[in-house]
């Protein structure tokens, strides 16, 4: 069946559970996609969550959901702070797209509390580890049924 939620995870995330835990938790990325999987099926949902390190890839994905009129949950990890390829990519997206962090960027270096996405982005959800995405699924499910 057709996705009808595209979570795409940036570079490093396939990480998660051993990167920097005191950061990002322990949570590894199975459980990130499991927690998806059935927040979405709770919701009616279909999830599809994937994760690259090339931004190439994630370029390619959000022009698959641009074309299919598909909402995203994008967490674009460190291309947050400086891709204008992927922020120009999201601007194409007319679905909802809700930009994900683990962490509270905002609160740590300097660097990282820029985002060139949040501009083209519906909402930002971060600081709440892996449940920012149950809280981005249920803020798209809101958007989308009427
Ligand atoms: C992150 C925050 C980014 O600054 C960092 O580069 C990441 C993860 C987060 O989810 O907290 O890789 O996007």
Redesign the pocket.
Known sequence: MTANVLILN????NRLGT?EPD??GTASFADLVSLCTNEAQALGLIADVRQSNDEAELIGWLHEAADALTPVIF???????YSYALRDACALISAPLIE??????AA??E??QTSVISGVADGVI??FGIE?YRLALQAIFRMTSV
Do not use: D, K, Q
């Open positions: 940036g570079p490093n995330l990167r950061i990002y967490n674009p990890a460190a291309f947050t702070h994900v962090h683990l962490s509270n960027p740590r270096e660097f990282r971060a600081g920012s």
